[in-house]
T-cell receptor, first 113, second 112 residues
């Protein structure tokens, strides 16, 4: 079966702009989680959606938001971009049950200049 | 609060040597524990996971990990390392509703 697909793979944006990243989960998976990966902070949990509802949220400012559609595809939006938002953004999908295995996409590399 | 520590930022081993990557966690309940591997420019791949039962868990690519509740540890081991094992390794603890907390990672280099 097809894996988790993230688009685009690479993005370059300027400070102050906004950006939308997309994640298509594995067919049948209802949970989508987003992570930010940077050399300094490592992998940090952003939020998790299950059946179109945000079920968990990490400690990120309100500039980071997301949503999930009825087909389980998810988007993440970052508004008013800052240089520090440059990172690899990873999406993971799972069945959504407690402790279920998360399958990761290859990520979107966002560079803010 | 839940947390995961990986004491070793970077480890270098010779090909064919044994490997042990350390992981300690802090979590109030019985955790779900994972080890993931990340190759450069790639996403994360699950190596193995512990939910309950046998504390010695076998994973893919010849890896295994042992859960020790008394030490709050979940160390990853491999008896003989291959050059292709060079990557970043992440230990993680899963809490309710699929929220996974990752450790800072250990970078593994393999000397031919």
């Amino acid at each position: 079966k097809a894996g988790v697909t993230q688009t685009p793979r690479y993005l370059i944006k300027t400070r102050g702009q906004q950006v939308t990243l997309s994640c298509s989960p594995i067919s049948g998976h209802r949970s989508v989680s987003w992570y930010q990966q940077t050399p300094g902070q490592g992998l940090q949990f952003l939020f998790e959606y299950f059946s179109e509802t945000q079920r968990n949220k990490g400690n990120f400012p309100g500039r980071f938001s997301g949503r999930q559609f009825s087909n389980s595809r998810s988007e993440m939006n970052v508004s008013t971009l800052e240089l520090g938002d440059s990172a690899l953004y990873l999406c993971a999908s799972s069945l959504g049950f407690e402790g279920s295995e998360a399958f990761f996409g290859q990520g979107t590399r966002l560079t803010v200049v | 609060a839940q947390s995961v520590t990986q004491p070793d930022i970077h480890i270098t081993v010779s090909e064919g040597a044994s490997l042990e990557l350390r992981c300690n966690y802090s979590y109030g309940a019985t955790p779900y524990l994972f080890w993931y591997v990340q190759s450069p420019g790639q996403g994360l791949q699950l190596l193995l996971k512990y939910f309950s039962g046998d504390t010695l868990v076998q994973g893919i690519k010849g890896f295994e990990a042992e859960f020790k509740r008394s030490q709050s540890s979940f160390n990853l081991r491999k008896p003989s390392v291959h050059w292709s094992d060079a990557a970043e390794y992440f230990c993680a603890v899963g809490t309710s509703y699929d929220k996974v907390i990752f450790g800072p990672g250990t970078s593994l280099s393999v000397i031919p």
